[in-house]
């Protein structure tokens, strides 16, 4: 069993942590040569986190909210150039997302190159759901706060149409950074920082005086702005966790296979440690650059936590058989270790092995990083976005708003134990 001293800098007192769910730094060193340090993780009080979640509000209440502001949708229309095709940036399931203008202080229509640039997703019509999971994400983002939470800025709800107006975030998502063959390779450590990154905000909702599951996980959810600093998007699916001395929250099976806790997916039953499952899923997307479910694949390899599985398992643990290659060797060993256990410990069957989101970022930060010998890569300098960068917008990246359909119910022949 290992205790981890965490000093809480904010109140200058000492804290221990027992991991007892896993012994995680010990199963790391097997592919050491070197018995591990005592860890001393400092945490640090994070600013900008704020929000409560109250009891169910109306939708009356919701879209009251001072928090966000009620935009129409002929100043939105004017804002993307009446939703002009040079102006969209991707589409998935939910709609459509175009790159907008607004005056920043009055948030009204601006002149395309002028103001703040947003993201303005305009959902397709699809009834009552998608009414549901469009006024989910008003009451979430509404009142939840953190810098690792997309800024929700706004809304439109006219008729038939309902729009959502974010910030823009200038990198695109996760998933096409990693997938996406003309992208640039991202380097080890802007992979840890972005794993750090999610799973702080995950541990913003976890914690929050009204526990928030975030139920839909997913590498095209975690969106990047021009640094690399990673904000998790789409509350579409987010629902309460449980209250009192509920374990669970029994709801309708939503999510994306491949990154669905198997015990959700077979019971309906939702808990935190169903998002710690996904966010496994994801690190083992970070380390080995494979999709969570590869239909192009046969066997084991199908399925991302099932091949990891048969390498890990391995008695000599060794840890180059999963990592992605356009790393080109470049990472710690020890840390691409730590990070491996790590994943396939959020990954386990059994929810109670798994560990709680705080104790897994508690982790992410001791992971030491290596400075990368080659150059920086055009696509990963930590500068802000010029002018022109700003105003070509995705040419080169993904769009700022998840462009793959977002989960749903998952078919009667994934609702077993074995579908991931």
């Given at each position: 069993?290992?205790?981890f001293l965490i000093v809480h800098e904010s109140f200058h007192f000492f804290h221990f942590v027992t991991l007892s769910v896993f012994s995680l730094i010990s199963?790391?060193?097997?592919?050491?040569?070197?018995?591990?340090?005592?860890?001393?993780?400092?945490?640090?009080?994070?600013?900008?986190?704020?929000?409560?979640?109250?009891?169910?509000?109306?939708?009356?209440?919701?879209?009251?909210?001072?928090?966000?502001?009620?935009?129409?949708?002929?100043?939105?229309?004017?804002?993307?150039?009446?939703?002009?095709?040079?102006?969209?940036?991707?589409?998935?399931?939910?709609?459509?997302?175009?790159?907008?203008?607004?005056?920043?202080?009055?948030?009204?229509?601006?002149?395309?190159?002028?103001?703040?640039?947003?993201?303005?997703?305009?959902?397709?019509?699809?009834?009552?759901?998608?009414?549901?999971?469009?006024?989910?994400?008003?009451?979430?983002?509404?009142?939840?706060?953190?810098?690792?939470?997309?800024?929700?800025?706004?809304?439109?709800?006219?008729?038939?149409?309902?729009?959502?107006?974010?910030?823009?975030?200038?990198?695109?998502?996760?998933?096409?950074?990693?997938?996406?063959?003309?992208?640039?390779?991202?380097?080890?450590?802007?992979?840890?920082?972005?794993?750090?990154?999610?799973?702080?905000?995950?541990?913003?909702?976890?914690?929050s005086e009204s526990q928030v599951i975030y139920r839909d996980f997913k590498a095209s959810n975690v969106l990047l702005d021009s640094e690399f600093n990673a904000?998790?998007?789409?509350?579409?699916?987010?629902?309460?966790?449980?209250?009192?001395?509920?374990?669970?929250?029994?709801?309708?099976?939503?999510?994306?296979?491949?990154?669905?806790?198997?015990?959700?997916?077979?019971?309906?039953?939702?808990?935190?440690?169903?998002?710690?499952?996904?966010?496994?899923?994801?690190?083992?997307?970070?380390?080995?650059?494979?999709?969570?479910?590869?239909?192009?694949?046969?066997?084991?390899?199908?399925?991302?936590?099932?091949?990891?599985?048969?390498?890990?398992?391995?008695?000599?643990?060794?840890?180059?058989?999963?990592?992605?290659?356009?790393?080109?060797?470049?990472?710690?060993?020890?840390?691409?270790?730590?990070?491996?256990?790590?994943?396939?410990?959020?990954?386990?069957?059994?929810?109670?092995?798994?560990?709680?989101?705080?104790?897994?970022?508690?982790?992410?930060?001791?992971?030491?990083?290596?400075?990368?010998?080659?150059?920086?890569?055009?696509?990963?300098?930590?500068?802000?976005?010029?002018?022109?960068?700003?105003?070509?917008?995705?040419?080169?990246?993904?769009?700022?708003?998840?462009?793959?359909?977002?989960?749903?119910?998952?078919?009667?022949?994934?609702?077993?134990?074995?579908?991931?």
């Amino acid at each position: 069993m290992n205790t981890f001293l965490i000093v809480h800098e904010s109140f200058h007192f000492f804290h221990f942590v027992t991991l007892s769910v896993f012994s995680l730094i010990s199963e790391a060193t097997k592919c050491q040569d070197k018995p591990p340090p005592i860890l001393t993780i400092h945490t640090i009080s994070e600013k900008g986190r704020t929000g409560k979640i109250p009891s169910p509000r109306s939708e009356d209440e919701i879209l009251s909210s001072p928090n966000v502001k009620a935009l129409s949708f002929s100043e939105l229309k004017t804002a993307t150039r009446n939703f002009r095709p040079d102006s969209l940036l991707g589409e998935g399931g939910f709609g459509y997302v175009y790159k907008g203008w607004l005056v920043e202080q009055t948030l009204t229509a601006a002149r395309p190159g002028s103001g703040i640039v947003v993201a303005v997703k305009m959902l397709k019509p699809q009834g009552f759901q998608g009414h549901k999971e469009w006024l989910s994400e008003v009451n979430y983002l509404g009142q939840l706060h953190h810098p690792n939470l997309v800024k929700l800025i706004g809304y439109c709800l006219d008729g038939d149409n309902r729009l959502l107006v974010y910030e823009f975030m200038a990198r695109g998502s996760l998933e096409n950074h990693l997938f996406k063959r003309t992208a640039q390779p991202l380097r080890w450590e802007t992979r840890v920082k972005i794993a750090i990154d999610a799973a702080r905000g995950l541990c913003f909702l976890h914690s929050s005086e009204s526990q928030v599951i975030y139920r839909d996980f997913k590498a095209s959810n975690v969106l990047l702005d021009s640094e690399f600093n990673a904000k998790l998007s789409d509350f579409g699916l987010a629902k309460a966790g449980p209250t009192g001395d509920q374990t669970h929250v029994t709801t309708q099976v939503m999510g994306t296979h491949g990154y669905a806790a198997p015990e959700y997916v077979a019971t309906g039953r939702l808990t935190s440690k169903c998002d710690v499952y996904s966010f496994g899923v994801v690190l083992l997307e970070l380390l080995t650059g494979r999709h969570a479910v590869d239909k192009t694949k046969v066997g084991v390899e199908q399925k991302l936590v099932e091949w990891a599985k048969s390498h890990l398992d391995d008695k000599n643990h060794r840890i180059f058989r999963i990592m992605d290659t356009k790393l080109g060797g470049q990472y710690p060993r020890k840390g691409a270790c730590i990070a491996a256990t790590l994943a396939m410990t959020c990954v386990k069957p059994d929810a109670k092995a798994r560990p709680q989101m705080d104790e897994v970022l508690a982790i992410l930060k001791t992971i030491p990083s290596l400075k990368c010998t080659l150059p920086t890569t055009p696509s990963e300098q930590q500068t802000p976005a010029s002018p022109l960068t700003k105003s070509l917008g995705y040419l080169d990246h993904s769009s700022p708003m998840n462009l793959t359909p977002r989960g749903s119910p998952l078919p009667a022949h994934m609702r077993t134990p074995q579908g991931r």
